[in-house]
T-cell receptor
Framework: NAGVTQTPKFQVLKTGQSMTLQCAQD?????MYWYRQDPGMGLRLIYY???????DKGEVPNGYNVSRLNKREFSLRLESAAPSQTSVYFC??????????????FGPGTRLTVL | SQQGEEDPQALSIQEGENATMNCSYK?????LQWYRQNSGRGLVHLIL?????REKHSGRLRVTLDTSKKSSSLLITASRAADTASYFC?????????????FGQGTILTVHP
């Protein structure tokens, strides 16, 4: 099993450009998440999807959109990139057991720089 | 805003010593989790403790939870150079915050051989 995979690993954008970060998991997990991590800080939740067909805002959703394409894939889109979105982006997934929260499995991250 | 605050921000010890990291949070929780992040990598789950548990062990890890003080500690015994990493606590708030992990800022642990 590959676990959680993310593409691309690195990306440089100019202000105003758009791009989509891709995430896929092969663990048959219902829930998927997008986080951003800024230098010297913990992760902050951008959006999450509790199950296929549903998405909800997290702590810092402004400037982002998401799509839960199917159970495996959850993409994050920046419509008009800004320097403040320079960060490392992590995707994660989890499989709650009997309605109780469980551990989350993280991808390797995408390092995004917006000039 | 981030719920968890970790202490210390950085910890430097010798191999074989114990490392203790503390985490405080602000609201009621369903569970508290600890993750490790090696430099430039994604996070790896270490241990989860539920709000009705007080202590949990996993190998060289010992986690305690004091809900009355809204705090948790992670103890790594007999540390190794390979334990060098950043350690984060993360909480899932009570009520309808299902799945929403809130992370602390992390403790950077350096274990010298």
């Amino acid at each position: 099993n590959a676990g959680v995979t993310q593409t691309p690993k690195f990306q440089v954008l100019k202000t105003g450009q758009s791009m989509t970060l891709q995430c896929a998991q092969d663990m048959n997990h219902n829930s998927m998440y997008w986080y951003r991590q800024d230098p010297g800080m913990g992760l902050r939740l951008i959006y999450y999807s509790a199950s296929e067909g549903t998405t909800d805002k997290g702590e810092v959703p402004n400037g982002y959109n998401v799509s839960r394409l199917n159970k495996r894939e959850f993409s994050l889109r920046l419509e008009s990139a800004a320097p403040s979105q320079t960060s490392v982006y992590f995707c994660a997934s989890s499989a709650p057991v009997r309605g109780r929260d469980n551990e989350q499995f993280f991808g390797p991250g995408t390092r995004l720089t917006v000039l | 805003s981030q719920q968890g605050e970790e202490d210390p921000q950085a910890l430097s010890i010798q191999e074989g010593e114990n490392a203790t990291m503390n985490c405080s949070y602000k609201t009621s929780i369903n569970n508290l989790q600890w993750y490790r992040q090696n430099s430039g990598r994604g996070l790896v789950h270490l241990i989860l403790i539920r709000s009705n548990e007080r202590e949990k062990h996993s190998g060289r890890l010992r986690v305690t939870l004091d809900t009355s003080k809204k705090s948790s500690s992670l103890l790594i015994t007999a540390s190794r150079a390979a334990d060098t990493a950043s350690y984060f606590c993360a909480t899932i708030a009570g009520g309808t915050s299902y799945g929403k992990l809130t992370f602390g800022q992390g403790t950077i642990l350096t274990v010298h051989p």
